[in-house]
């Protein structure tokens, strides 16, 4: 069973910065598409940046330029920076790891 787990979510004002962290368990992390999607309460999950085995990288139009998405391979880690947030930001943020294996989500409020 391959395990993914964020972490580095909070509570932060407009304006501001975090990054999360995403830890997944299988030894050939390297070769899996890695992808974070967020769910606002009411609204639908939607897909935020991913970042492919050969480092290709897309990003929904909401976060361009403010968003960064990156992996570390050799530490089986995935990594969202998040500047310049917006409350709209606020939901909680899903690690995907290939395309199928979820975490358990990390919550991110922004708000003054």
């Known amino acids: 069973q391959v395990q993914v787990v964020e972490s580095g979510g909070g509570l932060v004002q407009p304006g501001g910065s975090l990054r999360l962290s995403c830890a997944a368990s299988?030894?050939?992390?390297?070769?899996?598409?890695a992808g974070w999607h967020r769910q606002a309460p009411g609204k639908q999950r939607e897909l935020v940046a991913t970042i492919a085995s050969g480092g290709s990288i897309n990003y929904a139009d909401s976060v361009k330029g403010r968003f960064t998405i990156s992996r570390n391979n050799a530490k089986n880690t995935v990594y969202l920076q998040m500047n310049s947030l917006l409350p709209e930001d606020t939901a909680v943020y899903y690690c995907r790891i290939g395309g199928k294996y979820w975490g358990q989500g990390t919550q991110v409020t922004v708000s003054s």
């Open positions: 299988p030894s050939d992390f390297s070769r899996y598409v």
